[in-house]
């Protein structure tokens, strides 16, 4: 398995899931989170922001599509909590792209490579109970139980042999869209 996890694919509508590196792209990132974790879930009452925002990455999943503007559709953030350990969190889709079936996968995916690439031995998340299903056929393990934020999460650790190290992660993974949600 290549290790450049950057492929094109035919134009059309696509997904470019990349590190976030346009104010636009955070802008939208963290309106995208709002509405998801303050307004679908209600985790948070305004904003879920918080300190580790300060030093974690941002990834984005961009849709492009001929004659319109670009809109963010998803986000995650990692972070290296301490050397080699690395986490994700704050995984968010909008929720018309939900079905694509690729986003949250390639944000995944992506998030894992590029720590990966940056000396990750080790990377977790606390991931909400009705994601586990996705994150184990991504290769992940379930390593406890917990409660956070009043909700149920599994602390999950990623098969680092699944995910090549992407040294490329400013210019991501393209993905082509298939029909329109």
Same mark, same amino acid.
């Given at each position: ?19 976030? +590196? !346009? ?7 963290? *309106?995208?989170?709002? $509405? @998801?974790?303050?307004?679908?879930? #209600? ?23 001929? +004659? !319109? ?7 995650? *953030?990692?972070?290296? $909590? @301490?050397?080699?350990?690395?986490? #994700? ?93």
């Amino acid at each position: 398995m290549s290790s450049d996890l950057c492929v094109e694919v035919p134009s059309g509508i696509e997904y470019r899931v990349r590190w976030a +590196g !346009q104010d636009w792209e955070a802008e939208q990132a963290f *309106r995208l989170r709002r $509405a @998801v974790f303050c307004h679908e879930q #209600g985790i948070f009452a305004d904003d879920d922001r918080d300190e580790t925002d300060d030093i974690a990455q941002l990834l984005v999943a961009v849709k492009t599509e001929p +004659g !319109q503007a670009d809109i963010v559709v998803g986000t995650v *953030r990692i972070h290296e $909590a @301490v050397p080699g350990v690395w986490y #994700g969190s704050r995984l968010a889709v909008h929720p018309a792209y939900r079905n694509h079936g690729k986003i949250g996968a390639t944000l995944i995916r992506l998030a894992v490579s590029s720590a990966h690439g940056l000396g990750c031995t080790r990377f977790l998340a606390h991931v909400q109970s009705q994601n586990v299903p996705l994150f184990r056929r991504l290769r992940w393990d379930v390593l406890e139980e917990e409660t956070l934020l009043g909700r149920p999460h599994h602390l999950m650790q990623a098969d680092l042999a699944h995910y090549p190290p992407c040294l490329t992660p400013r210019a991501g993974i393209l993905t082509s869209g298939g029909s329109r949600p």
